[in-house]
């Protein structure tokens, strides 16, 4: 009884990171995104900030669950011995297993470089600052649309491989792995 | 292969509408204080015309899904055994309890999406048309908002109830990705 219970929770909790992280990011993308539009720029950029920072939050809890939840998930249905004595690069549950494993990494080295490098670059204030000139304004203007454009671009790469790492994740649900 | 298909599409498509419902309650609802009420209206319009378009898609895929699974596996949708209402049903599989609840929930969703998507939400964008009462008008539109404010958390609660019921212990119907 308590094994279902473990299984149940270990269970939801992974579907609700994934809610979090995949479900979340659509609608940032293409439902608070798109309605930007319908204000002034200088009020969309403070909503982009402030929904960003809020969705990071949630992002980094859900890269956090995943491993957390998965790994109860894993041990309450005792697949174990699955990837016991090198059945890790060995079998088809193993290398998927590894696959997924390498995908969640590149969420968060993706999540490190949105929240630690290009947020704070678009986040730094654009006015020039003790005497400097034009030129570093227009600078620093250039600088905060390629981080933009890199934002965007990580954002999209990352729902990418998160669609994949689910995919991954029914080859074990449901089989024994794809790879 | 079939399974994994259907499996995929399945918990993309919860997770798509359950990460919405919580994309609006968790990041939209606390981020409406920095934003001007006019152009609150302005968002909330776009935003809830395109996130009624979304959860529609997403709802009607769920039951698309479903019915696949039903012609693809068709011995795990035991909806006619005895264990089908009341009852674990066959360890693992969408037959059973867990059937019947999910589609409960399916119908409570779609509900409240159509009567939020058709009814509460344009009615709190309404405008003054000549003639008619403006004090009386903006009572109905706050009427509205305040409505919308529940069934839209509602709407969470049940889909967060939708996702657990999907996250049982199974080993042969649609449920969650590991």
């Known amino acids: ?179 | 292969m079939t399974r994994t298909t259907l499996g995929f599409l399945f918990t993309v498509e919860w997770a798509t509408y359950v990460g919405g419902a919580l994309f609006m309650e968790l990041i939209w609802r606390p981020l409406q204080r920095y934003v001007p009420p006019a152009q609150t209206g302005a968002l909330c319009n776009a935003m809830g015309r395109r996130y009624r378009w979304v959860a529609l898609g997403c709802l009607g895929l769920i039951a698309a899904t479903a019915v696949g699974w039903s012609l693809a596996v068709p011995s795990t949708l035991g909806s006619g055994s005895a264990a089908a209402v009341g009852g674990p049903g066959p360890p693992g599989a969408i037959g059973g309890w867990r059937s019947v609840v999910l589609l409960v929930v399916w119908l409570v969703l779609v509900t409240l999406v159509i009567l939020m998507g058709m009814l509460v939400h344009p009615a709190s964008h309404a405008r003054v048309s000549p003639g008619q009462d403006s004090t009386e008008l903006s009572r109905r539109r706050l009427r509205s908002i305040r409505l919308m404010d529940v069934l839209l958390r509602v709407e969470l609660g049940v889909a967060l109830v939708g996702a657990l019921v999907a996250a049982w212990p199974h080993t042969s119907g649609p449920g969650p990705a590991m």
């Open chain 1, 1 to 179: 009884m308590t094994a279902t219970w473990i299984k149940v929770l270990a269970s939801y909790l992974h579907l609700l990171a994934v809610a979090v992280y995949l479900g979340g990011s659509v609608a940032m993308e293409f439902v608070l995104g798109p309605a930007q539009r319908f204000v002034p720029p200088a009020q969309a950029q403070v909503l982009g900030q402030k929904s960003a920072d809020r969705f990071l939050v949630l992002v980094w809890a859900a890269l956090a669950l995943f491993p957390v939840s998965g790994m109860l998930l894993f041990f309450s249905l005792s697949d174990q011995h699955l990837v016991t004595h090198g059945g890790m690069f060995s079998t088809s549950y193993g290398l998927t297993l590894a696959a997924m494993m390498a995908l969640w990494a590149v969420l968060v080295v993706n999540g490190v470089l949105i929240t630690f490098v290009f947020r704070p670059r678009l986040a730094s204030k654009v006015a020039a600052r003790g005497g400097a000139g034009a030129g570093a304004v227009a600078g620093r203007i250039e600088a905060m649309q390629k981080a933009a454009t890199w934002v965007s671009r990580l954002t999209r790469i990352d729902l990418a491989i998160a669609l994949v790492v689910v995919l991954l994740g029914a080859s074990l649900a449901y089989g024994n792995g794809i790879l």
